[in-house]
């Protein structure tokens, strides 16, 4: 079940988080701050905007892309036999 916590310095704990959400009404605001988590962190995140005020980190490698070819996989597709679709 998908639960939220808002971060309150030394309240929240890292385990069992695997998304953490930066919002803002600037996507100019965010910017900056993708850029410090990447140098910081490299490949060990994957840091997406999800929406132009949504700035999603989640462990390096995790990806939709990576998801929806599981889930194809899966089924016996191949990512050539599909067509992701998005709506923002």
């Not at 916590?5 to 701050?33: I, M, N, R, W």
């Not at 988590?37 to 490949?43: L, V």
């Not at 899966?74 to 709506?87: E, I, N, R, T």
């Amino acid at each position: 079940m998908f639960k939220y916590a808002l971060y309150e310095p030394g309240l929240l704990e890292p385990e069992g988080v695997s998304k953490v959400f930066f919002t803002c009404d600037s996507h100019e605001q965010l910017l900056p701050l993708e850029q410090a988590i990447n140098a910081r962190w490299g490949d060990r995140v994957n840091v997406s905007f999800s929406t132009l005020t949504c700035l999603e980190v989640m462990a390096g490698g995790v990806s939709k892309g990576h998801a929806l070819e599981a889930v194809a996989k899966k089924l016996g597709y191949s990512l050539q036999d599909c067509m992701p679709l998005a709506m923002e």
